[in-house]
């Protein structure tokens, strides 16, 4: 598999006290085959120890010394005007999925404005429309699913289903609620909240019949 990771700008990006901590890095990250920073990501990306193959923005939000490192390592650059008609994580996104990759994970892009991390949020619905597609915003696990995901979490934990595009009709299993070929009109909230069973290891399963959903997990303990 051929997986490809974006890292995105944001408040925490380059917060001097952050650490690592403050973003969950799951599984096959550091073995991506193709890894591309948006922007102030290139500090998020310094700060976990990650080196990407290609940076993309307008370089308006990045750090000096992130600017510096990347130089030092000989990362491309691709400087983008600020008048644009994307934002720098859309872009990042579109340079990762031209590079023909079977998996998208997305890392940061929760601090700032509320308006970007909406953003945020739909450039990677459409990116997840395209290629399977899971988002780590800080210490939020979001997946987008159109067909079935499943993971295991510890009980208790927080599974929330929103339906992203228009409605959805959506399974569940392994929580406190199930639910079967359930209809999610636009805009509801019947799928927040719900609580992983985790009885002798099962996995929370979503199944997707209809639409595309959000599959939003606050990580507690780090990443399953």
Do not use: Y
């Not at 917060?15 to 948006?38: N, R």
């Not at 929760?110 to 991390?117: C, K, S, V």
């Amino acid at each position: 598999m051929r997986i490809g990771v974006v890292l995105a700008g944001g408040a925490a990006s380059q917060s001097p006290g952050s650490h690592s901590s403050d973003q969950w890095v799951p599984g096959g990250v550091h073995s991506a085959a193709v890894v591309v920073a948006a922007d102030s990501g290139l500090d998020l990306a310094r700060r976990l120890g990650i080196r990407p193959t290609l940076v993309v923005g307008d370089f308006d939000s990045v750090t000096r010394d992130a600017l510096m490192w990347a130089a030092e390592e000989g990362i491309e650059m691709v400087p983008f005007p600020t008048d644009k008609d994307e934002t720098d994580l859309d872009l990042a996104i579109g340079a990762a999925l031209a590079e023909g990759i079977d998996r998208l994970i997305v890392l940061g892009g929760a601090g700032g404005r509320l308006d970007h991390l909406l953003g945020n949020i739909g450039a990677i619905v459409r990116a997840g429309q395209q290629v399977p597609t899971e988002a780590w915003l800080g210490t939020e696990r979001i997946a987008v699913v159109t067909d079935e995901w499943s993971a295991a979490f510890a009980t208790g934990t927080t599974v929330s289903v929103l339906p992203a595009v228009g409605d959805a009709v959506v399974s569940e299993r392994g929580v406190r609620w199930p639910l079967d070929q359930h209809l999610l009109p636009h805009g509801s909230t019947r799928g927040i909240s719900n609580e992983a069973i985790g009885k002798s290891g099962d996995p929370v399963v979503v199944t997707v019949h209809e639409g595309c959903v959000l599959v939003v997990v606050p990580i507690q303990e780090g990443p399953s």
